[in-house]
């Protein structure tokens, strides 16, 4: 499977229709899991009608899924795609994704102000029979960073990792602020592919 995520949390809210396809309703939720730090990721996750009793506020819950992508008013749109949701009664948090895919964008290498290094990617991972493309944001640190800077667009690569969010402010034209949530894939193994 070249697009595996298992994510367990909280189900942040219920949730709410978003879109209909080949005559499924599809509804949309968040849910959170903590990091080791204890810092919440809170994720969208999109799932079948019939999945909604398993997904109400409160409710701890085990996804297995694909982290999927799609472009809205400029924007990239990323969410969780649930296959299956059961109940996760252990209290454990869980946040892995494994994707395999090519780099769509030249890595792009950077050191913050205390000398950590960052290489920020664009992972494409094609579904089967290449019916969609899925462009997730990656960020690689230390010396992950370092080895994946000299990946070249086009090369594949098998990338470990966890789903992030954050919030940031967007000032927009009439001088309003906006808050706003950026999600990507802390990468902590990459392996070259052939």
Same mark, same amino acid.
């Given at each position: 499977?070249?697009?595996?995520?298992?994510?367990?949390? @909280?189900?942040?809210?219920? !949730?709410?229709?978003?879109?209909?396809?080949?005559? @499924?309703?599809? +509804?949309?939720?968040?849910?959170?899991?903590a990091r080791l730090? =204890? &810092?919440?990721?809170? %994720?969208?996750?999109?799932?079948? #009608?019939?999945? %909604?009793?398993?997904? /109400?506020? =409160?409710? /701890?819950?085990?996804?297995?899924?694909?982290?999927?992508?799609?472009?809205?008013?400029?924007? *990239?749109? *990323?969410?969780?795609?649930?296959?299956?949701?059961? /109940?996760?009664?252990? =209290?454990?948090?869980?946040?892995?994704?494994?994707?395999? =895919?090519?780099?769509?964008?030249? !890595?792009? +290498?950077?050191?913050? !102000? *205390?000398?950590?290094?960052?290489?920020?990617?664009? *992972?494409?991972?094609?579904?089967?029979?290449?019916?969609?493309s899925d462009y997730? !944001?990656?960020?690689?640190?230390?010396?992950?960073?370092?080895?994946?800077?000299?990946?070249k667009i086009g090369?594949?690569?098998?990338?470990?990792?966890?789903?992030?969010?954050? #919030?940031?402010?967007?000032? &927009? #034209?009439?001088?309003?602020?906006? %808050?706003?949530?950026?999600? #990507?894939?802390?990468?902590? &193994?990459?392996?070259?592919?052939?």
């Amino acid at each position: 499977m070249n697009n595996k995520v298992v994510f367990s949390g @909280k189900v942040e809210e219920n !949730p709410k229709y978003s879109h209909m396809k080949q005559d @499924k309703s599809f +509804y949309i939720t968040k849910v959170s899991a903590a990091r080791l730090s =204890g &810092k919440l990721d809170t %994720i969208n996750v999109v799932i079948e #009608e019939d999945l %909604i009793p398993l997904c /109400r506020v =409160g409710d /701890r819950v085990s996804i297995i899924g694909k982290f999927r992508s799609y472009r809205s008013n400029g924007r *990239l749109v *990323l969410y969780i795609y649930a296959k299956y949701i059961g /109940r996760a009664d252990d =209290g454990k948090d869980k946040n892995l994704i494994i994707l395999d =895919g090519h780099l769509c964008k030249e !890595p792009i +290498y950077r050191e913050t !102000p *205390l000398g950590r290094k960052i290489t920020d990617i664009l *992972l494409a991972v094609n579904e089967k029979n290449f019916i969609h493309s899925d462009y997730l !944001p990656c960020i690689c640190w230390f010396q992950t960073a370092k080895e994946v800077s000299k990946l070249k667009i086009g090369d594949r690569i098998k990338l470990y990792g966890n789903i992030q969010s954050r #919030e940031y402010q967007k000032k &927009k #034209e009439d001088g309003t602020v906006e %808050i706003r949530t950026a999600y #990507e894939i802390s990468g902590f &193994k990459v392996i070259p592919l052939l």
